[in-house]
């Protein structure tokens, strides 16, 4: 192997891909029962870079070479760069090494379009087959599959990856009618839905046949790039909460633009990259998981974008006063983890722990509540709690003020979820 | 006030609560390691490890604790913090006298502490899962050197068995000067004193011939996926702590 031209294309071609947030390994459950190499049942971030995101997959592009041309895309046709392409080979071989050694969980692997749909994504299920049968590596595969290509290189795809994503790039039709022409959202959506009715298949011959072989196991996920186009927060949860109920995808991410070609129809070069947004856009889709909101109650017309000072939960909490102050010791576990300042962990142990004795502040902060947040909200088993009719403003104001948030303090950036 | 010193064992912790017990001590306080208190008036047990008695012990737990908790229990022993002995036997005691399971009482300041310094435990183990970083060498086995803070060793076994089960490896805690090495068929704790020949600094005569490139490989990737206009230096501190850096390949 010539160790400086792999190098340079390591280096082009990993640049192209950091775009792309997508860097989740978590979800699957191949095992290592075959003496083999890895497994993909955890998903570990192995490093951080500089900029404080996760490294846990080795993301790279098979090629920069594109035969399209969209505006927000560095790799795109008018761009003058330097392109370069991997052989099957040496990605294998990168990722092998790479693995052996601890660095990584597995290969995240994308591509420019070199000649047509079919023909990359043949390249991409190349490299998956190889490692699988060649290499007997369990490790975590993610392709990024090229929209159009057809039905039976998806279904390859699903036998030896272990996650596939169809990026939809803009929250709306019109934004990617405006920033990728060559595109159309009906080649995103056939592979979606294509690939959403093989993992309902696959899950029932599953229930009857031990012996099905794995398929996706940890599903598919789309990524959207956000404050390219103007779409509004509104539309965004929309899209995203659309493709969770009807794509049964697992994870939306949302890339806030990072400004890297100056278009007529892009922002301009030196606007910021939208970082607390897209932090409030992952929160938001954190509560419409995992904690039983729906997109009305986090943004609507009055309120089509979410607050950037505060989280949406404190947000929908101010706007629904309400609906408090809840009790610790009987509101239901639903209840409790709308309150403000109490994470899911929290919610589970207090539902746990107030079977033993009604519970007060002490045992609250014990238990890992940020009291400071939910005492607004909340009684429980005490004298002491807020009688003061507060304004939403006010309560507001008053958690800002006092508020621990490394995040106010420091630079925006992203912040841990809650 | 009676003292009862162990060896540190897991063993030693449950026979020190036999003891107790036996002789029916009410005001105790554990320690761990050799007899030095200048306490003069203080009455010191020296406890001798007892499999018998550490394993009745183990068994009355076992009526009182899911093997979860008795899993958590472990886990939290292996962290050595000095002091947290007697958590542990406050923890034991409360089991023992509670007529139902304890483990999810929170608002116990045993069963809390416990579940702070497994939860300390978890992150450490969790961390080390992601930070080791191999070296192949000469001899085709993959070393990685460690330094955690808790003693986590023990509990990365079955992670790295599941996860490498074709090549050989070690990994050495340099600071607790043992380690944990897969030959292909079985792990084992080794104690040889690898940190001389193996400190990243001069093992570079013994590695692979492949090894320098994918070392320079990997320090290239990690260069490229960074994005310089989403900078963030508290952030990426607050992931990979300084300390860890100088067994991580990329930081090197
Ligand atoms: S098709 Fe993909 S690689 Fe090609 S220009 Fe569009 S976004 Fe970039």
Known sequence: MDADRIKEKLNILADAAKYDVSCASSGSNRKNSNKGLGDASNGICHSYTEDGRCVS???????????????????????DIKRAAFSVQEVVDLTINFYRRNYIEGLFLSSGIFKNADYTMERLVLVAKKLRTEQNFNGYIHLKTIPGASDDLMRLAGLYADRLSVNLEMPTEAGLKLLAPDKSRQDMINPMRFLKNELIQYAEEKKLFKSTPLFAPAGQSTQVIIGATRENDVQILHTADH?????????????????????????????????????????????????????????????????????????????????????????????????????RLSAQKIVGARKFARLNWEQLKIIGV????????????????????????????????????????????????? | MTRLIYDGTFEGLLTAIFEIYAHKLTRVSLQRGENNTSAMFENVIIVKTDEVRAGRVLKGLQKKLSPSGIGRLYIAHLAEIAGDENTLAGFIKYAFDSP?????????????????????????????EAFVRFQRLKDDIYYAGIEPDFNVLPLLNRHFKNRYADQKWMIFDSKRKYGLYYDLHDTQFVTIDFSEAHNPANVVSSFNAGEDLYQRLWQNYYHSANIPARKNTPLHLRHIPKRYWKHLTEKF
Not at chain 1, 57 to 79: E, G, M, P
């Open chain 1, 57 to 79: 997959l080795l993301k790279i592009l098979l090629t920069n070479h594109c035969i399209f041309d969209c505006a927000y895309c560095v790799s795109r046709k008018s761009n």
């Open chain 1, 243 to 343: 493709f969770y109920k009807n794509y049964n995808l697992k994870r939306v991410y949302y890339s806030g633009y990072v400004p890297v070609l100056a278009d007529k129809r892009l922002p301009d070069l030196n606007t910021a990259v939208p970082m607390v947004r897209e932090n409030r856009l992952y929160q938001a889709d954190w509560l419409l998981r995992f904690y039983g909101f729906n997109v009305n109650e986090i943004v609507d017309q009055q309120n089509p974008m979410l607050d950037l000072d505060i989280d949406p939960k404190l947000s929908w909490a101010i706007r629904n006063l309400h609906a408090f102050p809840v009790d610790i010791n009987t509101a239901p576990l639903q209840m409790i983890l709308r309150v403000p300042g109490i994470g």
């Open chain 1, 370 to 418: 940020a009291t400071n947040r939910a005492r607004y909200f909340i009684t429980c088993n005490s004298n002491d709690f807020e009688r003061r009719d507060l304004t939403g403003t006010r309560i507001k104001q008053f958690i800002l003020a006092g508020s621990h948030s490394k995040y106010l303090r420091n630079k925006p950036g992203q912040l841990s979820i809650f």
């Open chain 2, 100 to 128: 139902v399971n304890i483990e999810k009482n929170f608002g116990n300041k045993y069963v809390q502490r416990v579940s702070e310094i497994v939860g300390m435990m978890r992150r450490e183990k969790h961390r080390m």
